[in-house]
């Protein structure tokens, strides 16, 4: 049985920072997309941070660039998405997911196949 599942989440004020980890059973990470996606009260989805296959590539979205980092560990199996010079409008729900190839790491993670549970983020200013 497939499971992702975050932890990391929490409480911060603006300027602050919190690393978000997922940690796959039954699964590897290892030539699939991972990727970060959140979603914040009454707003769609939206895709953060992903890595193709084999790690070659990573997307961002505009707004996290240069304050977010993502990453993987494969001897231990987790995605990392380390949250730098945090927003108010970063607050969300972050979900981690995870799809086999053919899968972008570019959008909202539509066609995604494995999602974790969620942590929450919040940032006060």
């Known amino acids: 049985q497939v499971q992702l599942v975050e932890s990391g989440g929490g409480s911060v004020q603006a300027g602050g920072s919190l690393r978000l980890s997922c940690v796959a059973s039954g699964y590897s990470y290892s030539n699939v997309c991972v990727g970060w996606f959140r979603q914040a009260p009454g707003k769609e989805r939206e895709g953060v941070a992903a890595i193709s296959p084999g790690g070659r590539f990573k997307w961002y979205t505009d707004s996290v660039k240069g304050r977010f980092t993502i990453s993987q560990d494969s001897a231990k199996n987790t995605l990392y998405l380390d949250m730098n010079i945090l927003k108010p409008e970063d607050t969300a729900m972050y979900y981690c997911?995870?799809?086999?190839?053919?899968?972008?790491?570019?959008?909202?993670?539509?066609?995604?196949?494995?999602w974790g549970q969620g942590t929450q983020v919040t940032v006060s200013s």
């Open positions: 997911a995870a799809a086999e190839p053919p899968c972008t790491i570019v959008g909202r993670g539509d066609g995604y196949k494995y």
